[in-house]
């Protein structure tokens, strides 16, 4: 297993369209997280599973954002009706119990941008 | 008010310079992390403290758990770790500092 990878690396759509992104975790890794990246900022956390669970999400994943993980494997990142304030980077991150606290790895990101 | 804070922003050192990066937190804490992201995005984790000090080759890290502190240390600068250094914690929640953009010129 290499590490996280993400698909795809580059997404540009337009306003108003969906956009779904997909996340491989590490393979024995039972945590996945989604974060969000706009220019300049430092990674925002939006929500994160547990095997197939979602235990938390952001306030900042609106109505129009969902998440899954359906076997507790990969996870996909849907956004509907895509808007330009949407366009960041969407970073992965995998990680298991190291003995004291969850150790993250993380993915390569998805680039969206929304014209 | 964020929840971690990063100094400096930005910093510009010459090949071969001591480097420290500070960050504060204002949050219970289970774990603090420094991430490294290279221009294109990519992030690397290089490393996981929740007390006490690490060092891995010429990166030290550093935590005061009393005091909410951390810092990382880089000895004898290169061009190469030339990057975003991105201070981050968890605790009931995940926080992430905006980074420090660090630039070694040789």
């Known amino acids: 297993d290499t590490g996280v990878s993400q698909d795809p690396r580059h997404k540009i759509t337009k306003r108003g369209q969906n956009v779904t992104f997909r996340c491989d975790p590490i393979?024995?890794?039972?945590?996945l997280y989604w974060y969000r990246q706009t220019l300049g900022q430092g990674p925002e956390f939006l929500t994160y599973?547990?095997?197939?669970?979602?235990?938390?999400k952001s306030r900042l994943l609106s109505d129009r954002f969902s998440a899954e993980r359906p076997k507790g494997s990969f996870s996909t990142l849907e956004i509907q009706r895509t808007e330009q304030g949407d366009s960041a980077m969407y970073l992965c991150a995998s990680s298991h119990f190291s003995g004291q606290t969850y150790e993250q790895y993380f993915g390569p990101g998805t680039r969206l941008t929304v014209t | 008010k964020n929840e971690v804070e990063q100094s400096p922003q930005n910093l510009t050192a010459q090949e071969g310079e001591f480097i420290t990066i500070n960050c504060s937190y204002s949050?219970?804490?289970?774990?603090l992390h420094w991430l490294q992201q290279h221009p294109g995005g990519g992030i690397v984790s290089l490393f996981m403290l929740s007390s006490g000090k690490k060092k891995h080759g010429r990166l030290i890290a550093t935590i005061n758990i009393q005091e909410k502190h951390s810092s990382l240390h880089i000895t004898a600068s290169h061009p190469r770790d030339s990057a975003v250094y991105i201070c981050a914690v968890t605790g009931n929640q995940f926080y992430f500092g905006t980074g420090t953009s660090l630039t070694v010129i040789p």
């Open positions: 393979s024995e890794h039972n945590r």
């Open positions: 599973f547990q095997n197939e669970a979602q235990l938390e």
């Open positions: 949050v219970g804490i289970s774990a």
